[in-house]
């Protein structure tokens, strides 16, 4: 954290609370005391409204007046932050996000245990090996370095890969990396847990200015065909999270009708097959014939 940003993050502090130590500040910002008297200085210098209380229960503080003139968020706002930042905390651990949230913190007290948000994510083991990734590409992305890789596409085939990256996107349980290849020459997505051997270049990039050629491949969809598919109403609530209710409507006692929005690949094959027993397509006609060519490929897989 460099010196502006520790001296920002104070001032929010002190608007919040009445006193700040300096034991305190230093051991939130990790620095030491020295520099926290400096820091000080340098704002009291800067006409921040700064005072310092002595004896056993000192520190600093901020004049009352600018508290009201400037303090903009409350604590209901502050705990709303907070708890976003635990879900993210929790897929994609930084020590960036952790400093964050133990600012926030100081600024409120410690936040109750009986919070009315709870949010959890499986520990998977493979997210160990994601974070190292996530890691690197984020530090490229801020220092504006070229990523080299291998890239290992869904038919298994390797490409050698450098890119500059712009962005780290997560999209239902997988981390993608968004930037432009110099080996294909355009804006591409890699999914991260496709990428092998990742190396942050010392060669830097500058960011191009066709952002809007981004936008448009980071948007792409494949595309879509609408299918209905009767379903056991044992899974009709993974139907409602990822379509709604209206997307599903009574047709006997012991099925419903679904009607819902897949892509026509081996995508939207795999997403299908994952219910099992507890789904059968009905129309369209030429979408039931390719599922079930791609259910007798499987099934080959165990014959013999």
């Not at 001296?7 to 051991?27: D, H, P, R």
């Not at 009315?116 to 984020?138: D, M, N, P, T």
């Not at 999914?191 to 936008?215: N, V």
Request: charged share 25%; net charge neutral.
């Amino acid at each position: 954290m460099d010196k502006v940003e520790r001296l920002i993050s104070m001032i929010m502090i002190l608007l919040k609370k009445e006193v700040v130590s300096t034991k305190e500040f230093a051991q939130l910002f990790q620095v030491s005391k020295r520099t926290i008297l400096r820091d000080m200085e340098t704002l009291s210098l800067s006409n921040i409204p700064i005072y310092s209380v002595h004896g056993v229960n000192g520190g600093y503080g901020l004049m009352e007046e600018y508290k009201v003139d400037k303090r903009l968020l409350s604590n209901s706002d502050l705990e709303n932050i907070v708890t976003a930042l635990g879900g993210l905390e929790q897929i994609f651990m930084s020590e960036e996000v952790k400093t964050t949230i133990k600012k926030i913190e100081a600024m409120v007290g410690p936040l109750p245990l009986n919070r009315s948000v709870q949010l959890s994510f499986y520990e998977w083991e493979g997210r160990s090996e994601i974070l190292e990734s996530l890691k690197a590409c984020q530090e490229s992305i801020l220092k504006k370095r070229l990523l080299s890789f291998d890239y290992i596409d869904k038919n298994g085939t390797v490409t050698k890969r450098t890119v500059e990256p712009y962005e780290l996107h997560f999209s239902e349980a997988s981390w993608y990396l968004k930037g432009f290849c110099l080996h294909r020459q355009g804006y591409r997505t890699f999914k991260l847990s496709r990428i092998d051997h990742l190396t942050m270049e010392e060669s830097t990039f500058h960011p191009r200015e066709d952002g809007s050629e981004q936008e448009r491949e980071a948007a792409y969809q494949p595309p879509l065909v609408e299918i209905k598919a009767l379903i056991s109403p044992s899974v009709k609530d993974q139907f409602i999270e990822r379509y709604g209710r209206k997307s599903i409507v009574n047709y006997s006692a012991e099925r419903l009708l679904a009607t819902i929005y897949v892509p026509q690949n081996s995508t939207g094959f795999q997403f299908l097959a994952s219910f099992g027993t507890h789904l059968k397509i009905v129309e369209p006609q030429a979408y039931v014939e390719d599922f079930r060519n791609y259910l007798n490929r499987m099934m080959e897989n165990y014959s013999g």
